[in-house]
């Protein structure tokens, strides 16, 4: 209890009637070893949401390692003076973000041949970007880059593959998640990106960090069936709205990827009710995450989101509600914000962006099928103070 007992006389603002209705000495504590909340991943599911899945994933701690070429096409050449302009537009802001949300933790690194583009042997529109790609023309593409490359690339984790910025043909930027090796067998890196006019045209350099989330295996959040990109979490983390306003990775992500210790992390896996105090995920250091675990293979993971760090176009700061299933897989909804301000009209051109709780605003959440209640009780400066309820 005592770090309950600094609340007094504290910066703590509170809700009073709460306050004097739970006498937090008296709030048993069945917190669970924070082991139990992580829920393991289920291999058969593609780019399950949970713990250890396992497909030669790129490194998230330490150093990702990653090579750089440029390419151009005899219909799409390259009017760049050089390709150092294309380098320039992804670094080092992409390695800044990852150090950023990684709290130092992961290092891109990236070496980038900007000595000139490589003509590709086919033309742009040969690879059918629009009309589909398939992964077998994907890994042409990605051969074909290596062949005009000719030159021994040191084993990396990341292959990235960058066109010239008028490839309008090569549409978007998918990731390559299979081995990456040359015609004759070479092999250089576990993963390719190819970059597209995507990131030219509309996301920016952050394009490569959510391409590269994708090789340390996150799965997509938007919906893969053509329904709105927000459907599910709205513009809350990089993998589901690039552009969204709040677009740093979800605390289970960080903790999946090794960015958060154990003891940033409250798990809540027994009946009763607990206190917890967060601190946002985007401030180093501190509490980050109450995971309240449901069954194996699902739980409710609540975390504070402030306007500031990466997030600083958030439209909502507050106490954010997902749901994480290990079993439904990327592009289906693996992750969904619970919309805890149903009607409002959202912020930020999403419904889901301003779902979050508040001390003065809408500062309770039950959900009745889990038999969970998630309450604000107090806040000082950005962080909260929170109770659960799990029948
Ligand atoms: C893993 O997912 C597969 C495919 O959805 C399912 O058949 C299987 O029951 C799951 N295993 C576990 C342990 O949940
Ligand atoms: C690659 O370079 C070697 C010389 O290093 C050359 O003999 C070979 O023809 C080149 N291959 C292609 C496909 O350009
Ligand atoms: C290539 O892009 C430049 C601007 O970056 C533009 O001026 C030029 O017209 C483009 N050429 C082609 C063939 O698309
Ligand atoms: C896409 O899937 C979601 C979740 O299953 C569903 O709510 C939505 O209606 C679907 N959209 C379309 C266009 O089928
Ligand atoms: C876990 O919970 C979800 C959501 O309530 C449910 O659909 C699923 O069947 C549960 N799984 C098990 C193994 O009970
Ligand atoms: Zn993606």
Redesign the pocket.
């Known amino acids: 209890m005592a770090k309950l007992l600094s609340f007094a006389g504290s910066a703590w603002a509170i809700v009073s009637a709460i306050l004097t209705s739970v006498s937090a000495a008296s709030l048993p504590q069945p917190r669970a070893d924070v082991s139990a909340c992580k829920l393991k991943a289920n291999q058969s599911v593609y780019l399950s949401a949970g713990f250890g899945y396992d497909l030669n994933c790129a490194p998230s701690v330490g150093t990702l390692s990653a090579f750089m070429i440029f390419v151009d096409f005899s219909d799409?050449?390259a009017?760049?003076s050089s390709p150092d302009i294309l380098r320039d537009f992804f670094l080092p802001a992409a390695a800044d973000w990852y150090s950023t949300s990684s709290y130092g933790a992961l290092d891109l690194s990236v070496t980038a041949d900007t000595s000139r583009f490589y003509r590709m042997p086919a033309t742009a529109v040969s690879y059918n970007w629009e009309r589909g790609l398939t992964a077998e023309v994907h890994e042409r593409y990605i051969q074909d880059a290596l062949a005009a490359y000719n030159a021994t690339i040191p084993p990396v984790d990341v292959l990235y593959i960058v066109p010239t910025?008028?490839a309008?043909a090569i549409t978007y930027s998918p990731t390559f998640v299979g081995d990456v090796r040359t015609r004759d067998g070479t092999y250089v890196a576990r993963k390719s990106v190819t970059f597209g006019y995507d990131g030219y045209r509309t996301w920016g350099f952050l394009v490569l960090n959510h391409e590269t989330g994708h090789t340390m295996c996150l799965p997509d959040y938007y919906p893969y069936n053509g329904s709105a990109t927000g459907l599910f979490i709205g513009g809350w983390d990089l993998m589901g709205l690039i552009s969204g306003p709040s677009p740093d990775y979800f605390a289970w992500d960080k903790w999946r990827l090794g960015w958060l210790v154990d003891s940033q992390v409250d798990c809540v896996a027994e009946p009763g009710q607990t206190s917890h105090v967060l601190s946002p995920v985007e401030v180093v250091g501190g509490k980050k995450a109450v995971v309240v675990k449901h069954n194996d293979t699902e739980a409710l993971v609540i975390e504070v989101r402030s306007s500031t760090g990466l997030d600083t176009k958030s439209c909502a700061a507050g106490v954010l509600l997902y749901t994480v299933s290990t079993i439904i897989e990327t592009g289906e909804g693996p992750v969904n914000v619970l919309n805890v301000t149903p009607g409002s009209g959202g912020c930020a051109g999403d419904e889901l962006n301003d779902a979050t709780l508040t001390l003065n605003g809408i500062n309770s959440y039950t959900i009745a099928d889990w038999g969970v209640k998630v309450t604000v009780v107090a806040t000082n400066g950005e962080d909260f103070k929170l109770t659960i309820d799990v029948l």
Do not use: I, W
Request: hydrophobic fraction near 15%; glycine fraction near 0%.
């Open positions: 799409q050449s009017t760049e910025a008028n309008s």
